[in-house]
């Protein structure tokens, strides 16, 4: 079974950096893009980050480049986004998800999310 | 970018009714780069349809996808107790990838 489990999250002051782990288990996570997707509160979804399958490329909304960095180590199956200089518009659950085959492709599966909230 | 607005914001329904819910794009979306996903509450969203108009493997042949060019569509033939959520259309295949999704449609049961 396909799982993705987020950890990470939590409050943190505007300015501030988090980092965020997703684990990969039921699948050769190495195998496939990951991404990250957010959604703010009471709020509707916004693709944040993908990255390829060895970590070659990678990709970003225009609101997080040079701020956030998405990474992965597929020897842990484990994917990661580094949060810094963080705003209060970045408060949101953070999903992680598997990305259905090619780059550019929808989300097949989902983890549960893990919230940040950014607040002072 | 390409905008995806949906309608109607809710849709109030009965179980055993049919709904139909809508995706319009700001400009074409290319070889029918649409997805439709359902999202429960406190639960991470879920893949329906992909391709405007391929079911996802599991996912009942209730739901269906339509449409292309700038007017989409998800119908859910005969609605069950356990449809009821908020659906998003998303638009995908960019490249570099670059994802954008509607505001969402809340099914609400009537």
């Known amino acids: 079974e396909v799982q993705l489990v987020e950890s990470g999250g939590g409050l943190v002051q505007p300015g501030g950096s988090l980092r965020l782990s997703c684990a990969a288990s039921g699948f050769t996570s190495g195998a496939y893009w990951m991404t990250w997707v957010r959604q703010a509160p009471g709020k509707g979804l916004e693709w944040v980050a993908n990255i390829k399958q060895d970590g070659s490329e990678k990709y970003y909304v225009e609101s997080v480049k040079g701020r956030f960095t998405i990474s992965r180590d597929n020897a842990k199956n484990s994917l990661y986004l580094q949060m810094n200089s963080l705003r209060a518009e970045d408060t949101a659950v953070y999903y992680c998800a598997r990305v259905l085959s090619w780059y550019s492709s929808p989300f097949d599966y989902w983890g549960q999310g893990t919230l940040v909230t950014v607040s002072s | 970018e390409i905008v995806l607005t949906q309608s109607p914001g809710t849709l109030s329904l009965s179980p055993g009714e049919r709904a139909t819910l809508s995706c319009r794009a700001s400009?074409?979306?290319?070889?029918?780069?649409l997805a439709w996903y359902q999202q429960k509450p406190g639960q991470a969203p879920r893949l329906l349809i992909y391709?405007?108009?391929t079911r996802v493997t599991g996912i009942p042949d209730r739901f269906g996808g339509s449409g292309s060019g700038t007017d989409f569509t998800l119908t859910i033939s005969r609605l069950e107790p356990e449809d009821f959520a908020v659906f998003y259309c998303q638009q995908y295949g960019g490249s570099p990838p670059m994802y954008t999704f509607g505001q969402g449609t809340k099914l609400e049961i009537k």
């Open positions: 400009q074409s979306v290319s070889s029918s780069y």
């Open positions: 391709g405007a108009s």
